[in-house]
């Protein structure tokens, strides 16, 4: 399972952290509690397609290889074809 990398112009690391984990708080506000995806650490029980990937969207940040990745203790991993 593949975890998605993140990029926005003009934007470093600290910003990006920042931007992800308030990303992270709303996608875990709005799950219902019988959801979990994948195993993964502090962020077993959001649904990154359906909350993480549009907030992180909205603020600006496109999917990229070359992009910022979460810290290592707190993956997302997303769905092959996300």
């Known amino acids: 399972v593949p975890e998605v990398s993140w990029y926005r112009a003009g934007v470093g690391y600290d910003q990006f952290v920042a931007d992800r984990h308030a990303c992270v708080l709303y996608a875990r506000s709005t799950v219902s509690r019988g959801s979990?995806?994948?195993?993964?650490?502090?962020?077993a029980d959001i649904e990154p397609e359906s909350t993480?990937?549009?907030?992180?969207?909205?603020?600006?940040?496109?999917?990229?290889?070359e992009g910022f990745k979460a810290p290592p203790d707190d993956p997302i991993l997303m769905s092959p074809d996300a």
Do not use: A, H, L
């Open 36 to 43: 979990v995806f994948g195993n993964v650490k502090q962020s």
């Open 52 to 65: 993480y990937v549009p907030c992180m969207r909205s603020k600006g940040y496109k999917q990229d290889p």
